[in-house]
């Protein structure tokens, strides 16, 4: 899988490449990324980006032509790159997205700046808009760095133990509810007076299943009532 950032400030995304389960991805060949900086494709001298709002308005907007021409580019190269906006105002990107999308060959996320991006850009070339939150950030780095993480661990082969994915928040489905990831444990089995439960010691894993079960609904109840 090929992921394409579009933004400013590509040394805000590149760092998260470097360790850990996603360097070793790379390293394996199941993931590369790239980068498109807009002042690389704008058509003025002074390799501005961003103008006023039309109507007024606090702060500078991206205007369209440095976007136009990068994901045209893109587009010329591979035409099935499927092409992303994280905006405020979208839909909230959940695990079922991420599953979804582990299947694209070519992901492009667009990461907007300052009050954002020219509605143009978004109506043109936009495949989904997602929101990671309802929350404001001051670009969409973060948001295309947290979407790209969770694609990529759904990507066969980037984690060593794919059942891993099965015992997550957001697999199951009881009843068609979406239950949230059961409470985990480690040793030892004993810490400062605090115990593991003792159901999950004892080898029976159909109880263990179901214990797993009532504390994801506990859990679920409690935070997603």
Do not use: W
Not at 126 to 144: C, H, K, M, Q
Not at 151 to 156: G, H
Not at 182 to 194: D, E, I, Y
Not at 197 to 218: D, F, T, V
């Amino acid at each position: 899988m090929q992921f394409s950032f579009i933004t400013l400030f590509p040394n805000l995304i590149e760092p998260y490449f470097k360790d850990s389960i996603l360097k070793k991805a790379i390293e394996k060949k199941l993931i590369n990324y790239t980068f498109y900086n807009p002042r690389d494709y704008t058509s003025n001298k002074h390799k501005k980006v961003d103008d006023t709002l039309c109507g007024g308005g606090a702060g500078q907007l991206i205007f369209p032509q440095p976007l136009f021409d990068i994901l045209d580019d893109i587009k010329e190269k591979d035409k099935d790159a499927y092409i992303i906006f994280p905006l405020a105002a979208a839909k909230p990107f959940n695990q079922n997205d991420a599953k979804r999308l582990a299947k694209k060959k070519n992901i492009v996320m667009v990461s907007g700046r300052y009050e954002g991006i020219d509605e143009r850009v978004i109506e043109q070339y936009a495949n989904e808009v997602f929101s990671i939150g309802d929350y404001i950030l001051t670009g969409g780095e973060l948001p295309s760095l947290i979407m790209a993480d969770a694609i990529s661990r759904n990507v066969d082969g980037v984690l060593g133990n794919m059942d891993s994915l099965t015992e997550e928040s957001y697999n199951h489905n009881e009843d068609a509810k979406v239950l949230l990831e059961a409470p985990s444990f480690t040793k030892p089995v004993n810490f400062q007076g605090l115990s593991v439960p003792s159901e999950l010691l004892k080898g029976n894993h159909a109880k263990i299943r179901n214990l797993k079960i009532k504390l994801s609904k506990c859990k679920t109840q409690y935070f997603r009532p």
